[in-house]
Structure formats: C-alpha cells, structure tokens
C-alpha cells in the first residue's frame, strides 16, 4: 500500500491495534475496557464503536479493577495476548496507576491509555486538571511514569507513527515485557491526519526465544558438574516462556528436585516426584530443607522476591553458588549471581545438553511424605463442626476435594496466598493463578472476570477473604451482567485477619485489623451475602465445610457467579513449614512481647546473606 487515508488520531489508534497479530492469527489486543469521561469519551469513544466487532470493548465499574481484569487475562494466556483499558483524565486516570504498578511488577503487558488534558492549553485548567506551579507539563497521567516500562504523551497525531510500534515492543518483548502507558491528549484524539495506508496492514509479532551466550552456558555448566546439591526454583518466568514441559524434562534428565515460587507454583504437577512443593516464608518444609543444604541454587524466571528467599536467609550452605537463569539482565546479575540471560525453555535444553547426561542423586521420596503426613489432616474435613469455626486451611481442603482437571484458583492478598501456596495440590500448568508479586487487595473479582475471558473452559474458583472483598467488589455486577461464570468463596474473617496474625508475631497488640478490635460505636454487620445478591450473583451463606462443598458442587452447574460466604476463625494457619521474613520490629518499646521480638528480629537478621 503507497496511499493514505484519513482518520482521526484515535480512530488510527484502534485501527492499528486490532491488526496486530498473535502468531496463531489472533488479535494481540483481545478488547478493550473503558470508563469515559470528557477525557475520551468523544475522541476514543465513537473511535471504539467504529470497531467494536474487531476490537470489543467492555464497560467496568472502576478503573483500578477493570484493568485488573484486563491484566489477568494476559497472565493466564502467559503473555500470548493482552487488553487496552482507557479512561478519563483526572481520578480516572490516577485510579489505574495501581494496576499499572500490579503490571509493573509482574511484568506483564497491558495498554493503559489515559486522557490528558489539552495539548493546546486553551481551556486550561481544564476540568480535573492538577495545576503544577513550577512545571507546565506535568499533569496527572505523568504518575505513571515510574510504574510503566514505555511512557508516551501524544501531542500529536503523527506521534502516533513510532508511539504504537514501540508500545508493540514493550509488550510482546519477552525481558522489557511490561504495562504501556500512552497519555493521550483529549483535543489530539479527534484530531484528523493523513495517514500510511501500510500503517494498518497485519502485523504479527513473534515471541523471542533468546538462546543462551555459549561463554555464560559454559560457565554455569561447569558450577553445576561441580555441585552435589543442587536445587531449582521455579519461578513465573518459566510460565511465561511456555517452558513448563522444559523444566519437567531437565528436572527428570538429571534428577535435580524442584521448589516453586507463588508465580511459579503448578509449573510441575504437585504429585511429581521431583517437586518438592513451596518454597520460602509460605514453603514447605520439603522445600525450604533443601534449599538449606543446597550447594547451587538455580533460579529459573524468578526475581528472588524476600517471600522467595525468606529474606535472603534460606540458603545456609557454607559456599553454596547462585545461578540465575532469566531473560532479563536485571534479573540474572541479583545477588552476585551467575548469569544465564536467556529464553527459559532454550536456556534450559542448552544447559542439559551442555551437562550430557549429568545426573544426581533424587531426593528422598519421605520429605514430601512427611510433609503431606503433616499438613494433609489440616484440610481434611472436620468431624465436628459444632463448636469451632472453620479454618482458612479446611476451606481450602473443600475446594480441593470438588475440584476437577479444569480447576483454576485464584487469589492475591490477604490469608490465603500463604495457605494455598503450602496446601494447595495444582495439578497441571496454569491451574494456579496467584498475583503475589504486588499482592494487591482488590484484584481477586476482576482477576476472575479476566481468566474465565482468557481460558473459557476454566473452571474459575475465586478465594476472597471479606477484607479484600470490601476494598474491590463492583466488577461482581460486571462479571454478572457480561454472563460470565465463577466460583467466588468468600472467607468471613470479620477483618484483616493476616495483617492481625503479623501484628501479634512481632510483639504487637491487636489493634486495628480486626474489626472488633477497630474504633468503633457500633458492631459490624455486612451481609455479604445480601450484598452479592444484590449485585446479580446467586449468593448463599455456608455454616459449616460440608455446606461448603455442597455449594461448591451446586456451583459447577450454576450459569452465572456462585458466590459462598463463610465464617472462619482469623486466629490459626498452618504451623508447619515457613521460613522468617523480615519485617521490622521496634528498637525500643516498653513492652516485653515486643522487646522479645526483637531479639528474635536480631537473630534472624545473623543469618542473611548480603551476597
């Protein structure tokens, strides 16, 4: 094509995103989720409608928890495919900058585009417009900038021209890959320029699978014949590179147990051999043994979060060596570790095929014998539910004992991040979906949405505790009114009941997490219940783990959300396992719990390893 056409700048922004291609021929952007204001609602507005059989747009209920959505739809499709999500220029826009950090921190891709204010500067100050009295520029969707791996400001149509590829880039680039913002000028948007005809032909982008520098593999190859235990982690990475079958076979090739990360978990089934289960502040103790001893750590797709490395207290081998296999330099050189900057799954292939036939002795198969003899009997079912209340640990015994091969759980923040990540057995890759990189409160409902949009035949069972829920709750009446069907499992702990458990493990009182334990006139008396319901979901209320399953099964053939509440006692989690985190606890305090704290604090901080 030599010709042009014209349109208006939005109008070319939509067109040029819904002919980008997936390599299976599928639009790399999957749809839109939009909230307008006057900031988009005339330029990108009637630009959406003019696609909206090519490029779908959905209506949300708030900015932070659509984009929500729209971030766990491109983390169950493991990168393959991602949304755009627009708003307004003022609240609107500044309400996505969580989502976008959520993003930022996962690495994973999402096109954000905020209204802005007038490029012109006319009407200033326009209508939410935060006024900076040394700097002209600023304006609110600038509070993205620290938050986005690719930041633009459309001032112009033509902009567009190198903005929209590079913005491709970001995304579909395995190491930088990351949320885009592009602030777009409301006056720019309806503006009219002639365009490249070629600007709008098909485009696909092709995922880049980095092979490994032969002077890295050789090295890392020769720390490895060197170790006599050795362990992997597993981190997300190894999801987003499609090479869960890569690391099956590189485990079993050469007999190295694997332990996984909250991103991690499910990359091998929880039953095979060679996987040793969690590992960390929320690990198993199969897993955090292991790591103890281990002489050589290879990390595979992690950034060695402090939940992962019990804050860089973990590994207490005298000597032991750090590998860090990850696609992003960043990432490889953490901790004085030695790099493998490469594609997981060809990282992985060259390295087996660099140690030709290398094999080590298999973990022993009574650690995770004696890890599930321990913690299995705290999900099992109650054999009288008549005087306690339930635990988080049995509830998540329910769901597991009615889940089916389809299964996909879900959560975030709060208590159950910890228990699933200890108790929960993940059968298959992708079968476990925890945001735990931000752990935001808020993102379980619209999470939901996202996956069921991502993988349609997922049978999507959503953990919320009562605190998250009343944080992020509108796109319930979303998921509603688009049809589309999950399981919600609301666990009633009457307030923050992980923050409260952390609040007394460092020598605090309970004070202000727990709702009894808040200022207060009058007691709480939130009906979730009646709250779902009213919303659109079919609500009811479980009073013991055999309702629960009841429900649970009841909800399979349910056509809509299924939403069950039930009361659990905020006070246990399961004691086995774990491993320290490091939070800080006073220097001075007149209290003894306290003061005991602390000397636990300082004991803890002895065995970290700066390097």
């Known amino acids: 094509m030599t010709g042009t056409i014209r349109l208006t700048a939005a109008q070319a922004m939509v067109r040029y995103l819904a002919a980008q291609k997936t390599p299976a021929g599928d639009s790399f952007i999957a749809g839109c989720w939009a909230i307008f204001g006057h900031g988009n609602v005339a330029g990108l507005g009637e630009a959406l409608h003019g696609v909206r059989d090519a490029l779908p747009t959905y209506r949300g209920h708030n900015e932070q928890t659509m984009a929500h959505a729209a971030i766990a739809y491109a983390k169950q499709l493991r990168r393959d495919r991602a949304m755009m999500v627009t708003s307004s220029i003022g609240p609107g826009a500044t309400n996505m900058v969580t989502a976008c ?118 090295r890392v190859a020769d720390l490895l014949r060197a170790a006599k235990r050795p362990v992997v982690i597993a981190g997300g990475g190894v999801h987003y590179a499609h090479a869960t079958d890569a690391l099956k076979a590189f485990a079993e090739a ?67 060596r750090l590998v860090s296999l990850n696609v992003q330099a960043y990432d490889a050189m953490k901790h004085g570790a030695e790099p493998l900057c490469c594609d997981a799954g060809a990282g992985l292939a060259a390295l087996s095929a660099a140690l030709d036939g290398l094999s080590f002795e298999a973990p022993d198969p009574a650690l995770k014998a004696a890890w599930f003899a321990k913690v299995d009997p705290l999900t099992a079912a109650p054999e009288d539910e008549a005087n306690a209340l339930p635990t ?149 209320k479980a009073a013991s783990i055999a309702e629960l399953e009841h429900h649970l099964a009841l909800a399979k053939s349910h056509d809509g959300v299924y939403a069950i509440v039930i009361d659990t006692d905020p006070y246990p989690s399961t004691p086995h396992g774990g491993a320290w985190w490091e939070v800080g606890v006073p220097e001075v305090s007149d209290r003894d719990a306290v003061r005991a704290a602390r000397a636990a604090f300082e004991a803890n901080r002895k065995l970290q390893q700066k390097v």
């Open 254 to 320: 050469h007999r190295i147990p694997v332990v996984e990360t909250q991103a991690g978990k499910s990359a091998l089934p929880w039953d095979h051999p060679l996987n040793l289960g969690p590992l960390g502040v929320t690990g198993a103790e199969s897993a955090n043994s292991r790591c103890a001893e281990a002489d050589l750590i290879l990390g595979v797709g992690t950034r060695f979060q402090d939940f992962t490395t019990a804050s860089w207290s973990l590994f207490q081998a005298p000597g032991r």
């Open 101 to 218: 950090a959520l993003a930022y921190v996962n690495r994973l891709p999402v096109l954000l585009v905020p209204g802005d204010v007038f490029a012109h500067r006319g009407p200033d100050p326009v209508l939410q417009q935060p006024e900076n009295f040394a700097d002209g520029t600023v304006t609110a969707a600038d509070t993205f900038r620290p938050v986005s791996r690719y930041f633009d400001r459309i001032t112009r149509p033509e902009q567009l021209l190198t903005a929209l590829p590079r913005a491709m880039r970001t995304m579909t680039d395995p190491a930088d890959c990351g949320p885009v913002t592009l602030a777009f000028c409301q006056d720019v948007q309806a503006e009219a320029h002639d365009w490249p005809e070629a600007f709008f032909e098909p485009r696909i982008w092709h995922r880049r699978a980095v092979p490994p520098d032969p002077a890295e593999l050789g």
């Open 392 to 540: 988080d640990m049995q509830v998540i015994g329910a769901v597991q004992r009615t889940a089916g091969p389809d299964t996909v759980v879900l959560c975030a923040a709060g208590t159950m991040p910890g228990e699933l990540h200890k108790l929960w057995k993940a059968g298959r890759p992708g079968s476990y979906h925890m945001e735990y990189g931000y752990s935001c409160m808020g993102y379980e409902i619209a999470g939901a949405i996202g996956v069921k949009m991502a993988d349609p035949a997922a049978d999507v069972v959503c953990f919320t505790g009562d605190g998250t829920y009343m944080m992020a709750n509108s796109e319930l009446a979303t998921a509603c009114m688009m049809g589309i069907r999950f399981t919600l499992v609301i666990t009633d702990n009457r307030g923050f009941g992980c923050i409260n458990r952390l609040q007394r493990a460092t020598g605090g009182e309970e004070f202000n997490n727990l709702l009894d334990t808040s200022w207060h006139v009058n007691p709480s008396r939130i009906d979730f219940v009646a709250h779902a319901a009213s919303m659109g979901a079919k609500a009811v």
